[in-house]
């Protein structure tokens, strides 16, 4: 029976059980944590075959012949800007793979137009009134990098298809406005997959800045949860064919295909952009770490390993979105008092419960042990309009305790709904 | 007998003899490189044990327990922040361990200080006219870093014991100046080290820029070719002293001490300095690859261990500096045309040709298959006012090949002296 149609008689006996049921958590003296997009241990073991690739044996020479013991390299090693050239839809000669994390080429990527501009445009530095489109909810690290160099973040709401591209194509006009967040595949936390058409308006966008652009972060491009995943159309052959082949910047990682934080990330897009990188980078570095990245080449030949390894991952991923989508179907789905996103890859559930209700969950589970990422950090500035969106993370918890996990997350939700129905 | 002191007669039979000698390098196809800072790869051999230091057998976890196959920890693993704390002298609590290049942790220093000020400052992009001082000789990727960022740099000259402090004191008194660059231990390229005077003096600064900073590059903090190497004070200590922790950030790195380009680097500072840096990086990056650090954890263990690896290296090393040294004694102090550095440590030769000559001698050497670094390139902009002025770097040709590049080098300067002497 949904909630809304009970009796405050029949909310009052409701409320009594589920708070039995609440308080029953305290005793177990749990500590579990769904907060972040981390794969668990087990995932880890799948990479076994990373740790000892490279050494005297195997040798140190990558395909070219270099040896991988010394300096140099700018733009990484010829057989993984292959691999991220076919993941990512680009030529490899438009590729640079470079150290463990696509969140800092971004990062990066923004410090070089602060001061710098984008292919000889002004620095970022000097439009006093910047603004950054981030479709909400979204990653809250994408948010934060563009606060943290003075953007005004402007909120775009999520479709079912991806970001309203309405609201798009009408804030694109206002030349302060410099980039959009997105991430396309499974996006972070909606799970949802953008649209073709959606794809094809962004990259048919004539944004009034010409140095906007698109921060395209296919953190999970192929990370399919079940045999039949969601396909993306090729954004960089989309921004070609509509003439505007610098109007985007893809990144991605090998965060979640081998090691987090130990893997390997890339950014690709048009010769123009991809020169205007490399003239940062000459000053920045000497180079990435090539034995890291010849350790991924050679367990990561070609498309046929990386599959196979993320088949890997998601037969110990997807019983853990199972369990917690069966439960969240078995408590949540009678009372009516929330939806919730049903991916078919990527690392996080979104979750809907009643407006005003997502921090109590938050502090609900966070009493009982179970850390869940901070109500509002899927909106800009970690403000959520309605209090109502949650991010939840299955990736972590081991398997055994998934199952507790979920049931202490969807009685927290039924409190706090309860809690307030009877307010 | 020396050039100087020849008639034109006796300096026309010298050219002839050394024309001769020259011209026989072309029928030798030489393929030599004494161009960068690039250890062999008999040094690399000798991190074997670092190729497979962190598998299943050997465990993901470090000393606190942490698994490093995920996320998390962005100021790297306490072993080596100890480590790193004991290279540079400073607590381990202020040390940040990131990823594989010291040079990025400098460039990205400088960004930060660009876009968001240092500790509060006002962000050095609104400083029109910026300034950073660089002793030259000196290091042409550091100049490099602050020409990209657009400083004037302001050559300071250096004397026998470290940058000329009265040139520092009277620079400092602008504003405008932001900072210094130091190479302060086996400096690159004079191979010298400061002394206890030079130190003590940079420590008591007193810039006029309350943001000004002493970027203390001791990339060869533990690099001694022989037995008795040279000592430094310790800087942080010093400034403490002198009332002054926040003017310092202190950088270093494995790079030479394990892998070029696949080692881990480090800075350490004043809390308020490690602080400030700490708050872009929590922007920047989830952090660093900490499976590489616990490698380097691993076989690195203590000064013991740093101390026994430098030392084999060093076995490597001082043959190819002992070769070059003895080749310009023959062929270099009796014409009285040249004069060089005798390190006891370090990457690097400096050598001062006649006046006018290095550019030739460079052309000279590149005409015959060896590689140099660009004469000027030890001065800001690449310029060096004399064109005098070569950096040597004898580490990277393989022994056997070693005397033949000493050779090659000082016929070409013989030949350059002379000709400008017959001109």
């Excluded at 698109?214 to 159309?233: K, M, P, R, T």
């Excluded at 000053?283 to 088949?311: F, S």
Aim: glycine residues 8%.
């Amino acid at each position: 029976m949904k909630y809304n149609e009970m009796s405050r008689q029949q909310l009052e006996q409701e409320f009594a059980t589920v708070k039995k049921e609440y308080e029953q958590f305290f005793d177990l003296h749990l500590s579990l944590d769904m907060s972040r997009g981390k794969p668990g241990f087990e995932n880890a073991d799948l990479s076994e075959d990373l740790s000892c690739a490279v050494n005297r044996e195997t040798g140190y020479k990558n395909a070219d012949g270099t040896d991988c013991r010394n300096y140099g390299g700018l733009d990484g090693l010829t057989e993984l800007k292959q691999l991220f050239g076919a993941i990512l839809g680009v030529p490899s000669t438009q590729v640079i793979v470079g150290g463990n994390s696509s969140l800092n080429l971004m990062f990066d990527t923004i410090a070089q137009a602060m001061t710098h501009g984008v292919c000889g445009g002004k620095p970022w530095f000097t439009e006093e009134k910047r603004k950054f489109l981030c479709p909400a909810p979204g990653y809250d690290r994408h948010f934060g990098v563009t606060e943290y160099f003075g953007f005004e973040l402007v909120t775009v709401p999520m479709t079912d298809e991806g970001p309203d591209m309405d609201a798009v194509e009408e804030w694109v006009k206002d030349p302060t406005v410099k980039g959009i967040w997105c991430v396309p595949k499974y996006s972070n936390p909606e799970g949802l997959t953008y649209s073709d058409a959606v794809v094809r308006r962004m990259a048919a966008l004539r944004p009034a800045a010409s140095d906007f652009r698109v921060f395209w972060d296919n953190a999970y491009a192929v990370h399919d949860l079940y045999e039949q995943g969601d396909s993306l159309l090729d954004f960089y052959a989309e921004c070609e064919r509509a003439g505007n082949p610098d109007l985007c910047l893809l990144f991605t990682s090998t965060s979640k295909i081998t090691f987090p934080g130990a893997g390997v990330a890339a950014v690709a897009a048009s010769p123009a952009n991809i020169s205007w990188l490399k003239n940062r980078m000459t000053y920045q570095t000497i180079g990435p770490d090539k034995i890291n990245q010849l350790r991924h080449a050679r367990i990561l030949r070609n498309m046929d390993d990386v599959c196979a390894q993320m088949k890997r991952h998601a037969a110990l991923l997807r019983p853990k979105f199972d369990c917690v989508l069966a439960e969240m179907d078995r408590q949540l789905a009678d009372p009516g008092i929330a939806r919730w996103s049903k991916p078919k890859g990527g690392y996080f559930i979104s979750l809907y419960v009643p407006n005003g209700c997502a921090q109590r969950v938050w502090k609900l589970c966070a009493d009982v042990g179970m850390v869940l990422t901070k109500s509002g950090a899927t909106y800009p500035y970690g403000k959520d309009p309605d209090d109502a969106n949650l991010r939840i993370a299955p990736s972590f918890p081991p398997v055994e305790e998934i199952a507790r996990a979920a049931e202490v997350l969807c009685v927290a939700v039924r409190y706090a709904a309860l809690e307030q129905l009877l307010s």
